[in-house]
T-cell receptor, first 110, second 112 residues
Framework: GENVEQHPSTLSVQEGDSAVIKCTYSDSASNYFPWYKQELGKGPQLIIDIRSNVGEKKDQRIAVTLNKTAKHFSLHITETQPEDSAVYFC?????????FGIGTKLQVIP | DADVTQTPRNRITKTGKRIMLECSQTKGHDRMYWYRQDPGLGLRLIYYSFDVKDINKGEISDGYSVSRQAQAKFSLSLESAIPNQTALYFCATKDGSADTQYFGPGTRLTVL
């Protein structure tokens, strides 16, 4: 089955700096890659997603890149703010099967 | 997301007790899921349902059962709770024609 590895498990950045979280996947048939943000005491919320026919997608300060050949995708957050502090999950999906990474705890230091 | 609600939000119980966690959604989605979240393990799928008459096991279904009482309601039961079922439990919903899952706020379950 699919295996998704996510790095790093924790990340601390200064406010205003950029943060990058990386994921690799094993199933070349996976074709949908969402990123979720989980704030304390809440459920995961979709923040951005990308499909296998696209290499990059941006939404304001958030961007995701996908390298299908290498089977890895990354989340980029620019100009980080304290409210970006949360746990971020990547996922790889093929049809109804969704496999999540273990999560990255991001701390933005004011 | 208020469209997906879970009850209770917190529950402490003892080993051997039967527990039911409930999930309701107003999004009109046909597909519903139960996940378990443990530190360092991410989200793991317990059960999922494509409609009222369709129930499927996920990767960690042992010790759990589910019931899809209506399109909007999907409950998870622990027949005889054990301490290693202590975790955060999330319900999620999805429209069958789309890719995105929408998660509820979670239930923190502690089994003593």
């Amino acid at each position: 089955g699919e295996n998704v590895e996510q790095h790093p498990s924790t990340l601390s950045v200064q406010e205003g700096d950029s943060a990058v979280i990386k994921c690799t996947y094993s199933d070349s048939a996976s074709n949908y890659f969402p990123w979720y943000k989980q704030e304390l005491g809440k459920g995961p919320q979709l923040i951005i997603d990308i499909r296998s026919n696209v290499g990059e997608k941006k939404d304001q300060r958030i961007a995701v890149t996908l390298n299908k050949t290498a089977k890895h995708f990354s989340l980029h957050i620019t100009e980080t703010q304290p409210e970006d502090s949360a746990v971020y999950f990547c996922a790889a999906s093929r049809g109804q099967k969704v496999t999540f990474g273990i999560g990255t705890k991001l701390q933005v230091i004011p | 997301d208020a469209d997906v609600t879970q009850t209770p939000r917190n529950r402490i119980t003892k080993t051997g007790k039967r527990i039911m966690l409930e999930c309701s959604q107003t999004k009109g989605h046909d597909r519903m899921y139960w996940y378990r979240q443990d530190p360092g393990l991410g989200l793991r799928l317990i059960y999922y349902s494509f409609d009222v008459k369709d129930i499927n096991k996920g990767e960690i279904s042992d010790g759990y059962s589910v019931s899809r009482q209506a399109q909007a309601k999907f409950s998870l039961s622990l027949e005889s709770a054990i301490p290693n079922q202590t975790a955060l439990y999330f319900c999620a919903t999805k429209d069958g024609s789309a890719d995105t899952q929408y998660f509820g706020p979670g239930t923190r379950l502690t089994v003593l």
